[in-house]
Nanobody, 120 residues
Framework: QVQLVESGGGLVQPGGSLRLSCAAS????????MAWFRQAPGKQRELVAT??????NYADTVKGGFTISRDNAKNTKSMQMNSLKPEDTAVYYC???????????????WGKGTQVTVSS
């Protein structure tokens, strides 16, 4: 009923840039907080950045290099990633708190993830 679909991952050299996007679709009344998580091989999933009506927050490891933004009219969000490092290599997941139509229940939804590889 609700889907989050990521795009924009790929292979990039250290110091390069990528832009990830996430589109929410389905019977949506409202998209509330949105976030990006990532999971590197052998590591736990970690929060990278969040965006709410109150503003944005970033993990210390990406501050200054990543920028999260959203388009409320289109129910999409993006994350510009600059100055990428090999340690940024991970599967990046889109996450959002969404209120659906009909029931007006709010729950978290996840995308399937997109691979980002930073390597020379």
């Amino acid at each position: 009923q609700v889907q989050l679909v990521e795009s924009g991952g790929g292979l990039v050299q250290p110091g390069g840039s990528l832009r990830l996007s996430c589109a929410a679709s389905g019977i949506i009344s409202r998209v509330n907080a949105m976030a990006w998580f990532r999971q590197a091989p052998g590591k736990q999933r970690e929060l990278v950045a969040t965006i709410t009506t109150g503003g944005t927050n970033y993990a210390d490891t990406v501050k200054g290099g990543f920028t999260i933004s959203r388009d409320n009219a289109k129910n999409t969000k993006s994350m510009q990633m600059n100055s990428l490092k090999p340690e940024d290599t991970a599967v990046y997941y889109c996450n959002a708190d969404i209120t659906v139509l009909i029931t007006y229940r709010t729950k978290q939804y996840w995308g399937k993830g997109t691979q980002v590889t930073v390597s020379s």
